[in-house]
């Protein structure tokens, strides 16, 4: 059981490029989200899902995109990285009955 | 908006003493609140899980109490070990799933 895996570990990106973070997990939860982790500052929303085809914009949502095809996957798309969204990634899932939330490993991205 | 509060914000304390930390939270009408460990350069790793209806949770030498109308969550840990150095994460849970997390306590335990 894999649980939350995403990809790539590590990234980092030029000013104005764009790339695409990878989340997927294999318990068949309907709710998966995105935070970002900045020293001092906690974890904070960027995007969630309730399930396929449904997304809704978080606390942190500006620079970001996410689409939801199937219930396993949940990408985050950077449109154009700009230094401040140097961050540690994090992916989420959890039934939606609101019960334990899983993590993935988390995605280190350097924009410089 | 909730808010979501730890203190301290780190703990130095000897091996085999108890840990207490402590988690507080602006808007009591929360769904579930979770407790999570993260190593350094690490993932979130899941410890506890307490539901609204609950006033504690237990998992081996954790222990995790809830009270709702105060906006308080407790987290004990016994007899700590070095192996419990890490950051520990509060995160209330609210009625639409969202999860909002305080900035952690970084617990060290000295051997």
């Known amino acids: 059981n894999a649980g939350v895996t995403q990809t790539p570990k590590f990234q980092v990106l030029k000013t104005g490029q764009s790339m695409t973070l990878q989340c997927a997990q294999d318990?068949?939860?309907?709710?998966m989200s995105w935070y970002r982790q900045d020293p001092g500052m906690g974890l904070r929303l960027i995007h969630y899902?309730?399930?396929?085809?449904?997304?809704d914009q978080g606390e942190v949502p500006n620079g970001y995109n996410v689409s939801r095809s199937t219930t396993e996957d949940f990408p985050l798309r950077l449109l154009s990285a700009a230094p401040s969204q140097t961050s540690v990634y994090f992916c989420?899932?959890?039934?939606?009955?609101?019960?334990?939330?899983?993590f993935g490993q988390g995605t280190r991205l350097t924009v410089v | 908006k909730q808010e979501v509060t730890q203190i301290p914000a780190a703990l130095s304390v000897p091996e085999g003493e108890n840990l207490v930390l402590n988690c507080s939270f602006t808007?009591?009408?929360?769904?579930?609140l979770q407790w999570f460990r993260q190593d350094p350069g690490k993932g979130l790793t899941s410890l506890l899980l307490?539901?609204?209806?609950?006033r504690e949770q237990t998992s081996g030498r954790l222990n995790a109490s809830l009270d709702k109308s105060s906006g308080r969550s407790t987290l004990y840990i016994a007899a700590s070990q070095p192996g419990d150095s890490a950051t520990y994460l509060c995160?209330?849970?609210?009625?639409?799933?969202?999860?909002?997390f305080g900035a952690g306590t970084t617990v060290t335990v000295r051997a």
């Open positions: 989420a899932s959890s039934h939606r009955d609101g019960n334990e939330a899983f």
């Open positions: 318990m068949n939860h309907e709710y």
């Open positions: 899902s309730v399930g396929a085809g449904i997304t």
């Open positions: 808007d009591s009408a929360i769904y579930n």
């Open positions: 307490i539901q609204s209806s609950q």
């Open positions: 995160a209330v849970i609210s009625n639409d799933y969202k999860l909002s």
